[in-house]
């Protein structure tokens, strides 16, 4: 059994089978990728898993304990952070005011823009915001605005907000999506540490193979909704089906 247990999820929307019959264990402290083509219901498969989207069939369950149907907020207690495609944080906060508000959300269950300064003033919940710009490499950039932020460094510092919430499980959305070739290489080696440092386990949606390779323990290949190849990497790598998922072709 693994720590997320994804058992018979279907989802259709009108006539689009977006996801048929999907079955996938994460096994804990692992690195899962899950890739395919366009349309492979990569994205639709994550929103299931988040409560975002509720499948029409299966179940979805974390440590034993189904996630459907529950809120936002009530998956992040869970364990369960995710880091969306493109960046999520404000860009009118400093790098430090970002870092400090999901130090108020773990304490106090929610948060407001106008309580920003008032945290502030909290010496536990700055402490910790600091440590984890230490972290995170960005200690020098705490009173920058985020906006003035590289697209590696907006990562680093959605990443860095998500991980202050102490998860047991991460969830990337392509969290190398737009990036230059230094930034992505950068964001590999952060989260090889963030693998090697903390007792987590990652999932990972991602198109760059080269990010895949680097740091998935298993791989789940999606094609048309369902899943077509489920191994090891290095058996990944050449397999005549997925060849033929991505080219189009028999190779």
């Given at each position: 059994?693994?720590?997320?247990?994804?058992?018979?999820?279907?989802?259709?929307?009108?006539?689009?089978?977006?996801?048929?019959?999907?079955?996938?264990?994460?096994?804990?402290?692992?690195?899962?990728?899950?890739?395919?083509?366009?349309?492979?219901?990569?994205?639709?498969?994550?929103?299931?898993?988040?409560?975002?989207?509720?499948?029409?069939?299966?179940?979805?369950?974390?440590?034993?304990?189904?996630?459907?149907?529950?809120?936002?907020?009530?998956?992040?207690?869970?364990?369960?952070?995710?880091?969306?495609?493109?960046?999520?944080?404000?860009?009118?906060?400093?790098?430090?005011?970002?870092?400090?508000?999901?130090?108020?959300?773990?304490?106090?269950?929610?948060?407001?823009?106008?309580?920003?300064?008032?945290?502030?003033?909290?010496?536990?919940?700055?402490?910790?915001?600091?440590?984890?710009?230490?972290?995170?490499?960005?200690?020098?950039?705490?009173?920058?605005?985020?906006?003035?932020?590289?697209?590696?460094?907006?990562?680093?510092?959605?990443i860095g907000m998500c991980l202050s919430q102490e998860p047991r499980l991460l969830l990337l959305?392509?969290?190398?999506?737009?990036?230059?070739?230094?930034?992505?290489?950068?964001?590999?080696?952060?989260?090889?540490?963030?693998?090697?440092?903390?007792?987590?386990?990652?999932?990972?949606?991602?198109?760059?193979?080269?990010?895949?390779?680097?740091?998935?323990?298993?791989?789940?290949?999606?094609?048309?909704?369902?899943?077509?190849?489920?191994?090891?990497?290095?058996?990944?790598?050449?397999?005549?089906?997925?060849?033929?998922?991505?080219?189009?072709?028999?190779?």
């Open positions: 059994m693994g720590i997320l247990e994804v058992k018979n999820v279907g989802k259709r929307f009108g006539g689009l089978q977006a996801l048929g019959d999907v079955n996938l264990s994460v096994k804990e402290n692992t690195v899962h990728a899950i890739i395919g083509p366009n349309g492979a219901g990569k994205s639709t498969l994550l929103n299931c898993l988040v409560g975002k989207l509720i499948p029409d069939t299966g179940s979805v369950m974390f440590d034993g304990q189904s996630v459907l149907g529950r809120k936002p907020f009530e998956i992040n207690q869970m364990g369960i952070s995710r880091v969306f495609q493109t960046p999520e944080i404000f860009g009118d906060l400093t790098v430090l005011e970002n870092m400090l508000i999901p130090c108020f959300a773990k304490r106090d269950g929610a948060f407001s823009l106008n309580a920003i300064s008032a945290v502030s003033g909290q010496k536990d919940m700055l402490e910790t915001a600091e440590k984890m710009l230490v972290e995170m490499n960005m200690a020098d950039k705490r009173h920058m605005h985020s906006a003035s932020l590289s697209r590696g460094d907006k990562r680093r510092l959605e959305d392509e969290p190398t999506a737009g990036m230059a070739r230094a930034d992505t290489n950068n964001t590999i080696d952060l989260l090889k540490e963030i693998k090697e440092q903390r007792d987590i386990t990652i999932a990972i949606i991602e198109h760059d193979m080269h990010v895949v390779f680097s740091l998935a323990d298993r791989i789940t290949v999606l094609a048309q909704g369902t899943p077509l190849v489920e191994d090891d990497p290095q058996n990944i790598r050449g397999n005549p089906k997925v060849r033929e998922a991505y080219l189009g072709e028999s190779a």
